[in-house]
């Protein structure tokens, strides 16, 4: 099976502290995604990367930057967390769009609460 | 983007056949219809995605309407760890997964 796996479960941070959430897969799978999660808004994307050091944009990039120098490896940072940055934050990945086997492999999540 | 349409929460069951619908109006030719589900304190998990034909797999079946303008999510046998988000997303083959647009789903509860 798919593993993805978040480095953390539970964080706790301060305000204004940079923030480093780590996300590993081990079925080289091409794209990576991470997406935060809050009661009453469901999951909003992001960012995502399709390949090696590279990253686009999704629903909601702003204060946040990500990083993938490795196939495998998708960290997203928070340059300096505000309290609206509470939340589920969760990593996903996929096998190249235009295959048979479409499916996006989620992680466990990361509970961060910025204080 | 399309979007798409489900009851809040659904109740069931156990051991007995739970159906979950989704209206999606405004679906293209090219949108597929993606189901996941969310276990409580787990992040989301696939369950089936089709195009126009009717799908099956070992988790559940996929009942697409004649028009794709609705389906609906089948569970034959709900068991208490069916309990769980379902969420219902139209997505294009070819883009990107992460164009997926989570929405709010259904919430299945399902009682002994």
């Known amino acids: 099976d798919v593993k993805v796996t978040q480095s953390s479960r539970y964080l706790v941070k301060r305000t204004g502290e940079k923030v480093f959430l780590e996300c590993v897969q081990d079925?080289?799978?091409?794209?990576m995604f991470w997406y935060r999660q809050d009661p009453g808004l469901g999951l909003r994307l992001i960012y995502f990367?399709?390949?090696?050091?590279?990253?686009e944009k999704g629903d909601i990039p702003e204060g946040y930057s990500v990083s993938r120098e490795k196939k495998e490896r998708f960290s997203l940072i928070l340059e300096s967390a505000s309290t609206n940055q509470t939340s589920m934050y969760l990593c996903?990945?996929?096998?190249?769009?235009?295959?048979?086997?479409?499916?996006?492999?989620f992680g466990s999540g990361t509970q961060l609460s910025v204080l | 983007d399309a979007k798409t349409t489900q009851p809040n929460s659904m109740e069931s069951n156990e051991e007995e056949p739970v159906h979950l619908p989704c209206n999606h109006s405004?679906?293209?030719?090219?949108?597929?219809i993606h189901w996941y589900r969310q276990l409580p304190s787990q992040g989301p998990e696939y369950v089936i995605h089709?195009?126009?034909s009717n799908v099956n797999n070992r988790m559940a079946s996929l009942a697409i309407a004649e028009d794709r303008k609705s389906s609906t999510l089948i569970l034959h046998r709900a068991t208490l760890r069916d309990a769980a988000v379902y969420y219902c997303?139209?997505?294009?083959?070819?883009?990107?997964?992460?164009?997926?647009?989570f929405g709010k789903g259904t919430k299945l509860s399902v009682k002994p």
């Open positions: 996903a990945s996929s096998s190249p769009t235009g295959t048979t086997n479409e499916k996006l492999f």
């Open positions: 079925m080289d799978h091409e794209n």
């Open positions: 990367s399709y390949d090696v050091k590279m990253k």
């Open positions: 405004t679906i293209s030719g090219t949108d597929y």
């Open positions: 089709g195009l126009t």
């Open positions: 997303i139209l997505g294009r083959r070819g883009g990107s997964q992460g164009n997926l647009i």
